[in-house]
């Protein structure tokens, strides 16, 4: 468009219109490439190149990024499955247990039965006894000895049958998963309970400082006993006089880990697909045993206490590390 001509004004100046001359300067396409006209656009591929140099960095790349997701799956693999234990002895027991089939009895490694209703064979085989003793007849209540034999050979055919049905109803195959369960939670109680473990673990180091050798007691005896070693006498005077655990332990940290850790065995065994209210319940129990074991790990700092933990049940550390994204 041809620049318009200045005008001329009633007092005689000519006034000039800054349209027309910023229309008249010459355009930035005349002077600018398109590239760099257009904003974030894509640039030239430079000649200079070479290409033998490229495909050469672009394998270093390749050859990288498979080595990353190499050394991440192999970090995954250490720390192991959040949910799912290692197989030790006794969780292969619990498993025995939990996939007994109506009819079949539940035995443990070590040759033991287990029985419905919280019983032992021990215990069966001892009430059995007793009430064959309490209902076979006397001889001295019968005269003739024909009849004797006749009534003991009925009792013993009686005592056979009573035998075989406490036998099916204690039997752990007829159970119910319910029963089976609570029979490997008392298993739990009874093996890692503060009133076992305390008889086969070492003691806790004590906090109360250092003791002295029993020769230099004996020759402190006579000496007067300094404020810190008063203080220590009287906390180990009141150590002494705390009572002792009476009864099973069903409330310590190491019993919580493994009954949750029998819980989430079979919950985890057993899920479906689609079953959103067992994975929620399988969730909450993961994460409230992590939160177990971290408390643990952080107040035995890896004592024998935690190591009969991780040596029984199988503990890896995904199941206390980190964050758990359960799927």
């Known amino acids: 468009m041809p620049p318009r001509i200045p005008t001329v004004s009633a007092n005689g100046y000519r006034s000039f219109n800054l349209t027309s001359l910023l229309q008249a300067l010459p355009r930035q396409s005349d002077t600018l490439t ?51 234990s290692k197989p030790t002895p006794f969780l292969t027991s619990l498993n ?23 019983l032992n064979s021990r215990e069966a085989e001892e009430q059995i006894a007793h009430s064959k003793w309490l209902t076979e007849p006397l001889e001295s209540q019968v005269n003739d000895k024909q009849a004797y034999e006749k009534r003991a050979a009925q009792h013993e055919a009686h005592h056979q049958n009573a035998t075989a049905a406490i036998e099916r109803i204690t039997n752990l195959g007829n159970s119910s998963s319910g029963d089976r369960t609570r029979l490997n939670i008392q298993r739990c109680i009874d093996t ?23 020769s230099t007691m004996s020759e402190l005896l006579d000496e007067p006993l300094s404020v810190e070693e008063a203080e220590r006498q009287r906390l180990l005077s009141e150590l002494a006089s705390i009572p002792k655990r009476s009864g099973p332990d069903t409330g310590s940290s190491e019993v919580q880990i493994a009954i949750l850790t029998t819980k989430i065995n079979v919950l985890a065994q057993n899920l479906q697909g689609a079953d959103k209210h067992n994975k929620r319940e399988l969730r909450l129990l993961v994460h409230k045993r992590q939160k177990l074991l971290k408390y643990l790990r952080k107040k035995e700092r890896g004592g024998p206490r935690w190591q009969n933990i991780v040596d029984n049940l199988g503990i890896n550390d995904a199941m206390w590390k980190g964050e758990i994204t359960l799927a």
Do not use: W
């Open 34 to 84: 398109p590239c760099s006209m257009k904003r974030g656009g894509k640039r030239k591929p430079n000649q200079r190149l070479d290409p033998y140099r490229v495909e050469q960095a672009r394998q270093r790349k390749a050859a990288n990024i498979e080595k990353r997701y190499k050394l991440q799956a192999e970090r995954a693999a250490a720390l192991g499955d959040p949910v799912r």
């Open 96 to 118: 025995l247990v939990q996939a007994t089939q109506p009819g079949q009895a539940a035995g443990s490694p070590t040759g033991d039965t287990y029985l419905n209703y919280q």
């Open 192 to 214: 890692f309970g503060r009133h076992t473990t305390d008889t086969l673990l070492p003691p806790k180091p004590s906090s109360l400082g250092p003791t002295k050798s029993s």
